[in-house]
């Protein structure tokens, strides 16, 4: 769960900092690069990829827990 939470904080950050750098290369030096194109083609699919394994992970964190407190209860 920990690495999960991490890896989507990491791919967060990377997507933040490739929309800044999206925005200096199309707006303020009016230019296209398709290797830094590319680049922030694969850091939204990491960001994405991290997220749908992420909300996968706390659907099985949710289910342990339920599973564990019906066992308590017995």
Do not use: H, M, P
């Amino acid at each position: 769960w920990l690495f999960t939470t991490a890896l989507l904080g990491t791919s967060v950050a990377s997507c933040i900092g490739s929309l800044g750098l999206f925005y200096l290369l199309t707006v303020k030096l009016q230019d296209f690069c398709i290797v830094c194109f590319s680049i922030y083609i694969v850091n939204f699919s990491t960001c994405y990829l991290s997220y749908r394994k992420y909300v996968e992970c706390e659907k099985v964190r949710k289910e342990e827990r339920e599973y564990e407190e019906l066992n308590k209860k017995k």
